[in-house]
């Protein structure tokens, strides 16, 4: 398998190349949520899923600061890209680059299925 670089918003894919998508730690880092999801959408085929994190900042004990991950908004953007919410998660564990507030911050993951 080749290696390839690419942007999260402009991946260097074709058209339903995967079944499944991840996007750990990066809606809260990418303002156009709409490219986002867009995205994620365009590489997944009828039946895919997407995984992602949301609510970082809630993780790590502290307030919103922008809501870039929000739940709320980033269900009603995926909506808009025919992916719709099937499952809700969460994973622990430390920043080894010193992000965490606390001891095991708990990362909520959402789950899209492309429709």
Excluded at 48 to 67: N, P
């Amino acid at each position: 398998m080749a290696f390839r670089q690419g942007s999260a918003l402009d991946m260097p894919f074709g058209d339903a190349s995967f079944d499944l998508a991840t996007l750990i730690h990066v809606g809260m880092n990418i303002a156009d949520k709409h490219r986002l999801m867009a995205e994620a959408a365009r590489v997944l085929p009828s039946g895919g899923h997407l995984v992602t994190t949301v609510d970082k900042d809630l993780a790590h004990g502290l307030l919103r600061r922008t809501g870039a991950d929000a739940a709320d908004r980033v269900a009603a953007v995926a909506a808009r890209h025919h992916l719709h919410l099937v499952g809700q998660e969460s994973f622990s564990g430390r920043s080894t680059w010193g992000s965490a507030s606390d001891g095991d911050p708990v990362f909520p993951l959402a789950a899209y299925r492309r429709a």
